[in-house]
């Protein structure tokens, strides 16, 4: 059975998927960005969780990463639609179905990356905070 944190995060890259936009989970950018956009969500860090006693209960600001990639002509705007979706997606249900106590994505630093030979990259980290407890650091 998994454990909370690989529920959570298995259901924040579920909400990533139903995106018009590519949505990968840990895996190294490719070589090349599809026409909707990239997505790569990344498990982040736990950080040190609070802890409350009696009962025992770790609550964590579990800090995740979305990074989020387009290339093309129009990037400006295929950036600026690829954030508002995914901002979209995370306020439909902030709870992740039951699963958080709460979700919130900070705004992104884009960047423009040139690329050699082909269209520029504009890419950026989103952080995804997840607020959610635990009756065990390990699970």
């Not at 989970?25 to 956009?37: K, Q, S, T, W």
């Not at 997505?39 to 600001?61: C, K, M, N």
């Not at 579990?62 to 995370?90: K, N, P």
């Amino acid at each position: 059975m998994p454990t909370p944190r690989e529920t959570i995060l298995a259901a924040l890259h579920a909400r990533l998927l139903a995106l018009p936009a590519t949505a990968l989970r840990g895996e190294v950018l490719p070589e090349r960005i599809p026409a909707d956009g990239l997505l790569i969500l990344r498990d982040g860090e736990p950080g040190e969780p609070e802890v409350t006693l009696s009962p025992l209960a770790y609550h964590f600001q579990h800090r995740a990463e979305i990074e989020a990639v387009v290339q093309g002509a129009d990037r400006d705007a295929g950036f600026d639609a690829l954030c508002a979706s995914i901002g979209a997606a995370i306020a439909a249900d902030r709870t992740l179905g039951g699963l958080c106590d709460w979700v919130e994505a900070e705004a992104p630093r884009p960047v423009d990356l040139p690329v050699e030979g082909a269209a520029s990259l504009k890419a950026a980290v989103i952080p995804v905070v997840l607020h959610y407890s635990t009756a065990d650091q390990l699970a």
